[in-house]
């Protein structure tokens, strides 16, 4: 069975421009959840949206945006890149009423 | 308000030797606990988790935690650690409302090595 999966792997950009991440969560999970890593740093949150609502949002500024589409898979944008955007994006995926969040292996967002 | 304290951002023991990772948490609400690994370039792997059942828990890869409810506490151990035990550990703290879980608040992460 396939599990999270996240695109693209890695990737650069400049300051000033706009990223989109992708995830894809695990067949039949309905609810999924984007976290920022900055190294050294444990994740932490920023969106959670189920069956495509947004249930949750961390302290993070409106150039962070998400949603989820009817197939439940789900997009983070930030907009106007910043150094300290620089980043691994994890996705994760959960059952509805789960407690179980089943992680991707991330997106690395490098900011130059 | 939740959040989640490490003691111990590194943490070496030899092979063979008994693995102690220490979390405490700070919760207003009745807490669900986890304990997550992450090796290099990699996302998060579900280690254990607590959600009012059994105090102790038992995870994969021999590990065990305990939950101890009056000192805050949820500590990661295993017996006798092994060369492949070598990662970053996360200890992370929800609640659940309506049936839902909500966002997960992590730690900051114990960088455990393993010496031969």
């Known amino acids: 069975d396939a599990g999270v999966t996240q695109s693209p792997t890695h990737l650069i950009k400049t300051r000033g421009q706009q990223v989109t991440l992708r995830c894809s969560p695990i067949?039949?999970?309905?609810?999924v959840s984007w976290y920022q890593q900055v190294l050294g740093q444990g994740p932490q949150f920023i969106f959670q949206?189920?069956?495509?609502?947004?249930?949750g949002r961390g302290n993070f500024p409106d150039r962070f945006s998400a949603r989820q589409f009817p197939n439940y898979s789900s997009e983070l944008n930030v907009n106007a890149l910043l150094l300290g955007d620089s980043a691994l994006y994890l996705c994760?995926?959960?059952?509805?009423?789960?407690?179980?969040?089943?992680f991707g292996q991330g997106t690395r967002l490098t900011v130059v | 308000a939740q959040s989640v304290t490490q003691l111990g951002s590194h943490v070496s023991v030899s092979e063979g030797a008994l693995v102690l990772l220490r979390c405490n948490y700070s919760s207003s609400v009745p807490p669900y606990l986890f304990w997550y690994v992450q090796y290099p370039n990699q996302g998060l792997q579900l280690l254990l988790k607590y959600t009012s059942a059994a105090t102790l828990v038992k995870g994969i890869n021999g590990f065990e935690a305990e939950f101890k409810k009056s000192e805050t506490s949820f500590h990661l151990t295993k017996p006798s650690a092994h060369m492949s035990d070598a990662a970053e550990y996360f200890c992370?703290?929800?609640?659940?409302?309506?049936?839902?879980?909500?966002?997960?608040?992590f730690g900051s992460g114990t960088q455990l090595t393993v010496l031969p």
């Open positions: 992370a703290v929800t609640w659940i409302s309506s049936g839902s879980a909500r966002q997960l608040t």
């Open positions: 949206y189920y069956e495509k609502e947004e249930r």
């Open positions: 994760a995926s959960s059952l509805q009423g789960d407690t179980e969040a089943f």
């Open positions: 067949s039949g999970h309905k609810s």
